[in-house]
T-cell receptor
Framework: EDQVTQSPEALRLQEGESSSLNCSYT??????LFWYRQDPGKGPEFLFT???AGEEKEKERLKATLTKKESFLHITAPKPEDSATYLC?????????????FGKGTKLSVIP | EADIYQTPRYLVIGTGKKITLECSQT?????MYWYQQDPGMELHLIHY???????EKGDLSSESTVSRIRTEHFPLTLESARPSHTSQYLC???????????FGQGTRLTVV
């Protein structure tokens, strides 16, 4: 069974305190890995797609990286408005290519 | 920017009523999905479609039904709403094999 596991479940940071969120995934058959941001009561907002180990994508204070067995979402000098739940998802080959497998998310709180 | 719309955004309805949650996308995506999400909890896939006239049940058992008679439209119906159906329902769409999904803003359903 394809799996995506995120850690930590929750993370509290002081404003300006950089950190990383982790997403480990089932390696076999992975075709793409995605990061989303979700605010309370809203649908997930797409952030990044990563396809191969060594790939990096950046957007403002966020940078996503992919290794052969895990992905990281690095947050540099976070601000309170970065507070949200960050979701990682994978798409796999075969019949699983019709679905995205989501992790449970990391709830990030940035304290002023 | 994602062009996927859900209506209504909020719905409070009595037990036993029939309801239809609407989801439409203007991106021409072939694959569409319905997820159920309780506050602070993970996403659960309840239905998906990979094209017109195709529908499949997801990982989470649901008493709802879906239809896909047009590419852009993927409504979800509950024949008889119950308090246990109270949740947020999220619609998503994507195309291709390795691509990300885009989400609507969700429908927050409360059954009283």
């Amino acid at each position: 069974e394809d799996q995506v596991t995120q850690s930590p479940e929750a993370l509290r940071l002081q404003e300006g305190e950089s950190s990383s969120l982790n997403c480990s995934y089932t390696v076999s058959g992975l075709r793409g890995l995605f990061w989303y941001r979700q605010d309370p009561g809203k649908g997930p907002e797409f952030l990044f797609t990563l396809y191969s180990a060594g790939e990096e994508k950046e957007k403002e204070r966020l940078k996503a990286t992919l290794t052969k067995k895990e992905s990281f979402l690095h947050i540099t000098a976070p601000k309170p408005e970065d507070s949200a739940t960050y979701l990682c998802a994978g798409v796999y080959s075969g019949a699983g290519s019709y679905q995205l497998t989501f992790g449970k998310g990391t709830k990030l709180s940035v304290i002023p | 920017e994602a062009d996927i719309y859900q209506t209504p955004r909020y719905l409070v309805i009595g037990t036993g009523k029939k309801i239809t949650l609407e989801c439409s996308q203007t991106m021409g995506h072939d694959k569409m999905y319905w997820y159920q999400q309780d506050p602070g909890m993970e996403l659960h896939l309840i239905h998906y479609s990979y094209g017109v006239n195709s529908t499949e049940k997801g990982d989470l058992s649901s008493e709802s039904t879906v239809s896909r008679i047009r590419t852009e439209h993927f409504p979800l119906t509950l024949e008889s709403a119950r308090p246990s159906h109270t949740s947020q329902y999220l619609c998503a769409s994507r195309t291709g094999v390795n691509t990300e999904a885009f989400f609507g803003q969700g429908t927050r359903l409360t059954v009283v």
